[in-house]
């Protein structure tokens, strides 16, 4: 992107929140696939998929008069931010956020090792990004929830406990679950 096409994103939000129509338009023009695949990431139905990008550019367009240049991407970074917070609430709304603590026999999962859940995947990074997602999407809605906002949205447990409603344990229980499924799911492609 060139400096003149960060002014242009302050224009086009300035614009677009001074009601202009056709600056709406370009913003869902620009933005609109980059969300799409954001939505997709946490809702696994196409129609939802929909439903919840309409929701969070509604939102979006609602907020613009609030919204504060922070430098390039800037816009982008928080139509993200609106379309996974309305992701999670569409997941809460339909009761989808399946997240469970750890059974009985499952070892304890230590929050602050971090490292352990980065080295479960290794197996998995050799898929390619496509067959990857095919196999994110099979996750149940609370693993590839909290899989999402930790490895995409680079959240802590912490932060994915606070939004979820959860305790951090069960955060780092849904990750390491999500992982394991995941690898479970790899080996199948070998």
């Known amino acids: 992107m060139t ?3 960060h002014i242009d994103e302050q224009e086009i939000a300035s614009s677009a929140a001074a009601g202009d129509t056709d600056a709406m338009r370009q913003i869902y023009c620009l933005y609109a696939g980059a969300l799409t695949a954001t939505v997709a990431r946490y809702v696994v139905d196409e129609d939802a998929v929909r439903d919840v990008l309409h929701d969070a550019m509604v939102k ?3 907020g613009l008069p609030g919204w504060k240049y922070r430098g390039p991407g800037s816009l982008r970074a928080w139509l993200q931010r609106i379309a996974v917070n309305e992701a999670l609430a569409w ?7 399946d997240v469970v603590s750890l059974d009985d026999d499952d070892a304890p999962i230590d929050i602050a090792d971090d490292d352990d859940d980065n080295a479960a995947v290794d197996g998995v990074e050799r898929l390619d990004a ?4 095919e196999l994110v999407k099979q996750l149940p809605d609370g693993q590839r929830t909290v899989l999402n906002l930790y490895a995409v949205e680079h959240r802590s ?3 994915i406990a606070e939004m979820l409603g959860i305790t951090p344990e069960t955060s780092a229980s849904q990750l390491h679950r999500a992982k394991r499924k995941l690898l479970q799911l790899g080996r199948c492609d070998r």
Not at 91 to 97: D, G, I, P, V
Not at 130 to 133: F, K, P, W
């Open 91 to 97: 997941l809460r709304a339909k009761n989808r956020l």
């Open 157 to 159: 447990h912490r932060e």
């Open 130 to 133: 496509a067959r990857l997602m």
């Open 60 to 62: 979006a367009f609602q």
């Open 3 to 5: 400096r003149s096409s």
